[in-house]
Structure formats: structure tokens, C-alpha cells
């Protein structure tokens, strides 16, 4: 999904029911904002959220990497 200027914060909680999502690439999805970053422990299967270059997201707002979850920033 990298590049795709149509992700919205509301698309983000529409890909919590697959359940074998582990990785997942929003890099450079300008249409993001910290609204989406409560969706991400959701995802039952997710382990690495690429987030680079999403300029919606403020650096105060983003989310620390867990021992379950890693963010790229």
C-alpha cells in the first residue's frame, strides 16, 4: 500500500479482520493521521507497521515499537 494516496485512517480499521496480516507498508500514505495509530494493536497478527514518510503523523504522536509491534519511522 506504499505511495497509495487513498489510504484513509478509516481504511486502516477496515484491515483488522485479516488475520494474517504481519506486515504492513503505509510509507509515504500522506492521508494518514494519528487517528489510525489505535488501530494498529488491533490487528491480531501484525508485527511491523512501516509509517515513513507520513506526513499527517506528528513525531509527538507516534506510538513507541512494543516487544509485539514494531513501527518504522
Known amino acids: 500500500m506504499r505511495f497509495c494516496s487513498s489510504i484513509s485512517d478509516e481504511c486502516i480499521y477496515l484491515l483488522i479482520g485479516i488475520t494474517m496480516l504481519e506486515h504492513l507498508d503505509l510509507s509515504s500514505c500522506k492521508?494518514?493521521?494519528?487517528?489510525?495509530?489505535?488501530?494498529?494493536?488491533?490487528?491480531?497478527?501484525?508485527r511491523e507497521v512501516s509509517l515513513q514518510y507520513c506526513s499527517g503523523i506528528a513525531l509527538e504522536e507516534r506510538l513507541p515499537t512494543t516487544s509485539e509491534l514494531a513501527f518504522v519511522y
Open 31 to 46: 492521508a494518514l493521521t494519528k487517528d489510525c495509530l489505535s488501530a494498529f494493536p488491533r490487528f491480531s497478527a501484525l
